[in-house]
């Protein structure tokens, strides 16, 4: 029996150099772990920082520093940025490597989200827009392949220290999402307005960058290597591709722009649809890809089950920084216990719920596995969506709590949050698993891409009902359509287990 924890025995070793000398690590951990960690933290930081304002800015009125549009167009500008987001971490995957590898991927993705930001700074409406457009592309870039450089640092894949520097990595993020709404928040609803917090955010992502390029010589080589390179055929057919493409859309547009039309809403409603039609092409042209197995085909079919259970959960969740900001800026009281505080405060909530009951929910799944009573995956996706559903049922009793002009107290929020992130710990991390069991072999790696399709889906879904509904989309009826919406998908998904299950094959 060994005298100390093998954990104990494996970080000490990882800390002693071939030659004998001492070796920096970051908590027993890989050093490049804390380049990795800081990098994913600032950018988390500028990320929900500037989604805290987004909203509350575009509705603002011209005298406030805003754009003065009205809610339901607000939240639908909201919910498509969102979108666009998720589905452009799959080019950003398929970028990294075919072409510059993870680590040049998540530099130039760094930079165009400053850039980006920077853009928002400026008190100019087209600058605004175009300043998103940067920052969902280079989310995309940044976000396919930085999680991918985690695991590049534990060459190893049974390193034992493995998980826990993902546990690690994933607690950066999470820091950074809670001290954005506190820090950008503040400043973006003080006297010095919403563009010095949109400057802010592109500070924190400049202090990103900085550490990234400093720390990445602790970064592993493999970082570097692009793992299946374009030849010189690919790229000059890939080039004239992309600029016919681009000549198209600029073709498609301009005389959109010419007769009038390209308007605000108009863009949105054009890019709400790209987003629903993309996941369903992606999943029709691997169904119908002759390699696959009929078990894989199968497994396919039982994860479809999944992607629209998890497009209606975050059809939901993802209005926390939209409808949610909303209520909280017009019908919640901004005084708890005698302390004034500004209304993006409450975005800080679900990543304070997270780091405090994420422990919670990986021991609880343990000791019911260990007594054989731990739910199946399809029980698990029910119970996140039925919870999900009822956050929003309680939206509705807080809405009627408001009616006639009164401000709730800001406990209504505060309980809301906290069902959605118990909703999200059932659903999200066994989400992340099941997309990689079920995943064809032909396509493990790009499965992961898929599974953020998900959440373009379900924000595009959230901004038709934004556009559709207009100004409607904030009450008690909309607010109870979406919440049974989602608690009959969730029964439908307890209900039909056995047959999801019987789809899933030899994956348990």
């Not at 005298?3 to 951990?29: L, M, W, Y």
Request: charged share 10%; glycine share 10%.
């Amino acid at each position: 029996m060994s005298p100390i924890p093998v954990e104990v025995a494996v970080d000490a070793a990882s800390a002693v150099a071939v030659n004998g000398s001492p070796r920096k690590t970051f908590f027993g951990h890989p050093r490049g772990l804390s380049t990795l960690f800081m990098t994913e933290m600032w950018e988390r930081f500028s990320f929900y920082g500037m989604r805290a304002l987004l909203v509350l800015y575009l509705v603002a009125p011209a005298s406030q520093g805003g754009l003065h549009l009205g809610a339901a167009s607000a939240a639908a500008i909201y919910s498509v940025y969102n979108a666009m987001v998720y589905l452009l971490a799959l080019p950003g995957g398929w970028i990294s490597d075919r072409l510059w590898g993870a680590r040049k991927t998540v530099l130039i993705g760094g930079v165009i989200i400053m850039t980006g930001h920077f853009l928002l700074a400026v008190p100019a409406t087209v600058s605004f827009f175009v300043g998103l457009g940067f920052i969902a592309a280079g989310s995309g870039l940044l976000k396919a392949n930085i999680s991918t450089m985690v695991g590049h640092l534990y060459p190893d894949k049974n390193d034992p220290r493995r998980d826990g520097g993902f546990t690690i990595f994933y607690m950066g993020i999470n820091l950074g999402a809670f001290a954005a709404p506190l820090v950008i928040g503040t400043v973006g609803q003080s006297h010095l307005g919403y563009h010095f917090g949109f400057a802010l955010a592109g500070v924190g992502m400049a202090l990103g960058l900085t550490n990234y390029v400093i720390g990445s010589r602790n970064l592993s080589a493999k970082s570097s290597v692009v793992t299946s390179p374009l030849s010189r055929a690919e790229r000059t057919s890939m080039l004239r591709k992309g600029l016919f493409w681009l000549a198209l859309a600029a073709a498609f547009f301009g005389s959109v722009a010419l007769a009038g039309h390209l308007t605000v809403g108009w863009v949105t409603w054009t890019l709400t649809v790209v987003g629903l039609i993309i996941p369903v092409i992606v999943f029709a042209r691997i169904r119908r890809d002759k390699d696959l197995s009929t078990d894989e085909r199968g497994k396919l079919t039982g994860y479809i089950w999944f992607f629209v259970a998890a497009a209606i959960f975050w059809m939901i969740y993802d209005q926390s920084g939209s409808t949610l900001s909303l209520f909280a800026q017009n019908n919640t009281s901004s005084k708890l216990f005698g302390f004034d505080f500004p209304s993006t405060w409450f975005q800080s909530l679900n990543p304070l719920y997270i780091m405090a009951l994420a422990p919670v929910m990986a021991w609880l799944w343990v000791w019911l596995h260990r007594r054989s009573k731990n739910p199946s995956t399809a029980v698990k996706f029910g119970i996140g969506l039925v919870l999900i559903g009822v956050s929003f049922g309680v939206m509705m009793l807080a809405m009627a709590a408001a009616s006639g002009g009164a401000r709730v107290t800001p406990l209504w929020l505060a309980l809301v949050y906290l069902v959605q992130t118990v909703g999200e710990l059932t659903l999200s991390p066994v989400g992340l698993s099941v997309t990689t069991k079920l995943a064809p072999q032909k396509y493990a790696s790009q499965m992961m891409g898929i599974w953020f399709l998900a959440v373009t889906a379900g924000d595009c879904v959230a901004a038709v009902l934004q556009q559709v509904m207009g100004d409607a989309f904030l009450s008690t009826t909309s607010f109870a359509i979406q919440g049974a919406a989602a608690l009959l998908a969730g029964v439908a998904m307890m209900l039909y287990r056995r047959k999801v299950r019987a789809l899933m094959g030899d994956v348990h």
